[in-house]
Structure formats: C-alpha cells, structure tokens
C-alpha cells in the first residue's frame, strides 16, 4: 500500500537524466569525469564531489553518453499516443548550458531528436488509426525571453518584423491562449520539418549572438491536437509541449550586470517557478503557484490534472561542472 501511494504521489510525472559525452576539447584536454554509470544500479547513477563523498541519484530512466537519439526517443515514444488519445503533455529539456537540452530536443538533421521524432511518431499512429479516427494538427512556435512571449512563426515568416509582445489569456475556466498566436497546419513530416527550421531560424534573428540568445530564452514547441472519433463522433482537443528551458546555470554576481542581470534573474525566476508548479503538482499541494511566471502560465491547462510531464535534466559528465551538475540533479530530484 505504501508502495501504490508512492506511485499515486508520483502521478504523471516523469524524470530522466542525459548525460553528454565528454567533447573533442575537454578530451585533448585530460578533462576528468564525474560521473559514473558503470557501477550504479539501473536507473541510477553516481556523482563523486570534489571533496565530499560519492552520491547516488534515482531516475526513471538514465541515459549515459553513449545512448543515442533512438533510445531515448524508445522510451518517450509512448507519450505520442497519450497525446492522440487527448491527454495533455509536456516534455522540458533542463540543465546548464552546453549539457545538449537541443541536441535532445532539436537534434541535428543527422541525429533528430525528440521533437522532429515524436511528430513523425504521431504521423505514423494517425495512419495506423485511418478510417476510426481523424485527427487535425497545428504547431507553434514560441520563445519566453526576458519574460515575454514572441512568436517565432511570426517573426520567421515576415522578417524585418519586431518581436511582438504575445500575452496570456483565460478564455474560460481552465483555458488559456495566446491571441494572436501563429498556428501552422501540418499534414506530413515535410510540413512539420520547414515549421520547425522556421521556427529555428527566426530564434537567432535579431541578436547579435545566437547562442547566447538561445541559452537565455526558452524555445517552445506547442503541437495542438484536434482529434474525432470517427465511429461515436466523440472529439478530443489535446497539446504536446516541446520545451527547451534557458541554461540553468548561476551567473556569477561580479560578471552580471545591467540587461545581462536582468536576463538571469529573469531566467532563474521562471525555472524556479517552474521548479516549485511541478512539485506542487507532485505532492498534491493545494496551492499550485501557475501565474509567478510567463512559462507556468502559459504552461497552465497542460500541467498537472490527468496530464503528462517528462523532464529530461541534461548533465556534462566533466569533473570542473560538478557544481552545476548538483544543482541540476537536486532540482530534478525536487521535481520528481
Ligand atoms: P545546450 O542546448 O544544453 O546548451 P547543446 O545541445 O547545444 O547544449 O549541446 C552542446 C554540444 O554538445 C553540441 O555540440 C551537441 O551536439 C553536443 N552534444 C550534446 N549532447 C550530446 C550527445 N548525447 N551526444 C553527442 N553530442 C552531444
Ligand atoms: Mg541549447
């Protein structure tokens, strides 16, 4: 009994961890590793500190650098078919930056990652339930920075045009939306494929580093499912939600200052936020704190109830990010 209260705790909340492989450079340079996956259990792995003794993390699911784009996508597969049977799902990539939350999500064309994959998966199952079902989808693409809302679609279709300030909106009692929002149709993966390079491209538009801009913002996919059952006419409305958090780093207090300050608070505000909404969830607090930031709120109808939440916390096995990556793994674990 203690051990079904401890899964009704948990609900619908999932937590896997992605360890990236150590890069060319940190190799030429004897980089040492700190984490460890060979000696710990599964679903677990190990963290040795600098000083203070090893300590042991529990997942559902550990990914060690050397699993690639198509395990992980095995074991987020099965929430493409919650999505087309109407439940709502979220899937957020966390961690420092540099730690690969859009080589998880985003992929290269070479090595797709969960976003391109999980449409393709839902593609798939829509042919397989041809004639019982039909199914309507749209995609949007949107970015939180500095805690306002652009839309990506909008700005990657007519470019030249400022980012426009999107704002949420309760349009009834648990619904929200985004007036203005662009929602593209998508009918196969060529589709989905110029969406999603629309969407990447307009994110580096009108900053001066790409990078840096991406680190600091959240990119957000948001896949809205319209779903009729064709033999009772029963009909679905369902959202999966692709999200590429901002780097969870701290900023050194000396190196921040003027905009760059602000970014960060503004940054460690909505990731604490959200840190505090899945945690509410997860333990059944009567008080879930939604509006203390723009990506709960947009985040709002599709967390918590029957909805479904996976969040990847992305880790450098490097020994000089330790630090980081404690933080990371003590916020996953928070969540979880
Ligand atoms: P983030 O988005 O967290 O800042 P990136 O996804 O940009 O990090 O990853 C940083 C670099 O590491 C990229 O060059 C990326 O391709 C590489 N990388 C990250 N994770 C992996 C992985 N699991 N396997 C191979 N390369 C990876
Ligand atoms: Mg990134």
């Given amino acids: 009994d203690l051990y079904n209260k401890i899964i009704e705790l948990k609900g619908n909340i999932r937590v896997f961890c992605r360890c990236r492989p150590l890069n060319a450079e940190e190799i030429a340079g004897g980089a040492s590793v700190a984490v460890d996956f060979e000696s710990a259990k599964d679903g677990e792995l190990i963290v040795k500190g600098h000083v203070s003794s090893k300590k042991v993390f529990k997942f559902d699911s550990v990914f060690s650098p050397e699993e690639d784009q198509e395990k992980v996508f095995v074991k987020t597969s099965p929430l493409a078919t919650s999505v087309l049977d109407g439940y ?3 899937i957020f990539a966390y961690g420092q930056t ?14 797709r990652g969960v976003n391109y994959r999980t449409l393709e998966q839902l593609f798939r199952i829509i042919r397989e339930r041809q004639g019982l079902f039909q199914y309507e ?9 500095n805690e306002q809302i652009h839309d990506l679609l909008l700005m990657g279709s007519q470019p030249g045009v400022a980012a426009k300030r999107l704002e949420v909106r309760q349009v009834a009692e648990g619904v929200h939306h985004v007036p203005g929002l662009v929602e593209a149709h998508v009918s196969n993966m060529d589709e989905v494929w110029e969406v999603l390079q ?18 600091r913002s959240h990119c ?4 809205m499912v319209r779903g009729e059952n064709l ?11 692709l999200i590429d958090l901002a780097g969870s780093e701290r900023v050194a207090k000396t190196d921040a200052q003027g905009e760059r300050l602000k970014e960060a608070q503004n940054i460690n505000k909505s990731l604490s936020a959200l840190g505090d909404v899945i945690s509410a969830l997860a333990t059944k607090s009567p008080h879930v704190p939604f509006r203390n930031s ?28 330790v630090g980081e990556t404690l933080c990371s793994l003590n916020f996953a674990s928070r969540v979880r």
Avoid at 137 to 143: A, D, F, N, R, Y
Avoid at 198 to 215: D, I, L, P
Avoid at 220 to 223: E, G, L, N, S, T
């Fill in 88 to 90: 709502n799902v979220c």
């Fill in 98 to 111: 540099g730690t690969g939350k859009t080589f998880t999500m985003e992929g290269t064309e070479e090595a």
């Fill in 137 to 145: 989808i749209t995609v949007s693409v949107l970015e939180v920075y």
């Fill in 198 to 215: 629309t969407g990447s491209k307009a994110r580096a538009v009108g900053s001066t580093n790409a990078n840096e801009h991406s680190s």
């Fill in 220 to 223: 957000i996919h948001c896949v």
């Fill in 231 to 241: 033999i009772t006419g029963e009909c679905t409305r369902s959202k999966l939600w």
């Fill in 294 to 321: 723009k990506l709960t709120h947009l985040l709002q109808d599709s967390l918590g109830g029957d909805s479904k939440t996976l969040m990847f916390v992305q880790i450098s096995p490097n020994e000089n990010d």
